[in-house]
């Protein structure tokens, strides 16, 4: 089974279906529909690792998280809504203490839900837990931004981290869970990219996502970490060193048959950093730079629940209210109005201008929605 849907996932990505497909799938959620297609909940506060870009263990923890009760309510609220899809992250997911009564109750649901881990206490668990993550987790996204031990330990801030994602990626491969790879891209290992694809393949994983490192921080009145802006590549002579792993990593995914968001990145990293650098074209938003007409499509297709409760059409975007005083339905009208805002193409600068993550797919949509004045950008897409 695992062989024909390998085999298959390698055919579409071989003959370009595979984003196609995702991307198509996506626009229902922008011209007919009250709901997102999933939601990506931080189910707790509280991480056990110290990465280097990421404030959450400084500042987190799991005092606010969202009682247990009212997370199988919401539950309930978020199958009745019509929503299919939930990618679960934190903090960490497996530290939350009731996590796999409530893996195992979402999937009395039927929903589709991926984890992001840092897999950190994954070798820790009973094989009781683990047949329960094989049974009700469709996908776990392992994130792996080094195949160099002490980059890795050293990138995660424990040292030992490295030895312990690899014995979970063997763990939960031996159990047959579908597996993933997201890595964050800083200076210090973008020439890891053409790497990270042969690792993936070596362990059998068909997909790696790359994400751009952010100066900024997603947590709502907490300062960035000092230092964060060092993280980023330095002058134009770094930028041309990182198109090259780019595009090297674009061969390499193609000789392995990996499905990346490299061709994406190709369009969008050089510009992104030269924002910080200073070296841009000065606009504030460094989407401008790139297209002519630019339409947000992630507000439409994924939402944000946090560990405290704030319920979010984007992780970026102010709070619309909390899970903990009111109904999720009554939270998607109110995300209504504002996604009609977004639908005249007005982007709330002051909160967007850090816009990383989804980068991708409305690149992808600003192209499909304004072909003729994208034409520049769509012409490199493919
Ligand atoms: S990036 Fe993830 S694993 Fe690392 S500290 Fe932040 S929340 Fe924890
Ligand atoms: S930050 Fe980016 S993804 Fe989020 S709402 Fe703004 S444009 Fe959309």
């Avoid at 370009?16 to 996506?26: E, H, K, M, Q, W």
């Avoid at 424990?158 to 997201?182: N, Y």
């Avoid at 100066?215 to 002058?235: M, R, S, V, Y």
């Avoid at 990346?260 to 074209?281: D, E, S, V």
Wanted: proline fraction near 3%; hydrophobic fraction near 40%.
């Amino acid at each position: 089974m695992v062989t024909v849907r390998n085999n298959l996932t390698s055919l579409l990505i071989k003959t370009r279906l595979l984003p196609s497909l995702r991307f198509l799938r996506n626009l229902r959620f922008y011209y007919l529909s009250n709901h997102p297609r999933q939601i990506s909940w931080a189910i707790t506060g509280l991480c056990n690792s110290k990465c280097i870009f990421c404030e959450a263990h400084e500042q987190l923890s799991n005092q606010k998280d969202i009682s247990t009760d009212r997370v199988f309510s919401l539950i309930d609220e978020i199958s009745n809504t019509g929503i299919r899809s939930l990618l679960l992250v934190g903090g960490e997911v497996f530290i939350r203490k009731d996590i796999f009564k409530i893996l195992k109750y979402i999937k009395t649901k039927g929903l589709r839900v991926q984890v992001i881990t840092n897999s950190l206490t994954i070798p820790l668990l009973s094989s009781e837990k683990i047949e329960i993550i094989k049974r009700c987790v469709d996908e776990i996204s392992f994130s792996l931004d080094s195949t160099d031990t002490e980059q890795y330990d050293f990138i995660r801030g424990i040292p030992g981290a490295f030895s312990k994602v690899m014995q979970s990626i063997k763990l939960l491969a031996d159990a047959r869970v579908k597996q993933h790879i997201t890595t964050v891209i800083y200076s210090g290992n973008m020439k890891q990219i053409p790497d990270l694809i042969r690792f993936a393949s070596e362990l059998g994983i068909r997909s790696v996502h790359f994400q751009l490192i952010s100066p900024a921080t997603i947590f709502e009145n907490t300062k960035a970490k000092e230092g964060k802006l060092q993280l980023l590549p330095k002058d134009e002579k770094e930028l041309d060193m990182m198109d090259r792993y780019i595009l090297e990593g674009i061969e390499r995914s193609k000789k392995h048959q990996i499905n990346t968001n490299l061709k994406f990145l190709k369009l969008y990293a050089r510009t992104y950093f030269q924002n910080y650098l200073g070296t841009g074209n000065g606009k504030e938003f460094f989407m401008d730079s790139l297209l002519k007409h630019h339409r947000c499509l992630s507000v439409f297709t994924n939402n944000f629940i946090d560990y405290d409760g704030s319920f979010k059409l984007c992780p970026l975007l102010p709070a619309l209210g909390n899970v903990k005083e009111e109904g999720l339905q009554g939270l998607l009208s109110k995300g209504m109005e504002f996604k009609g805002v977004f639908k005249k193409g007005t982007i709330p600068l002051k909160f967007c201008k850090n816009c990383f993550c989804s980068a991708d797919i409305n690149l992808e949509f600003s192209c499909f929605l304004f072909p003729f004045q994208n034409r520049r950008l769509l012409w490199h897409m493919h």
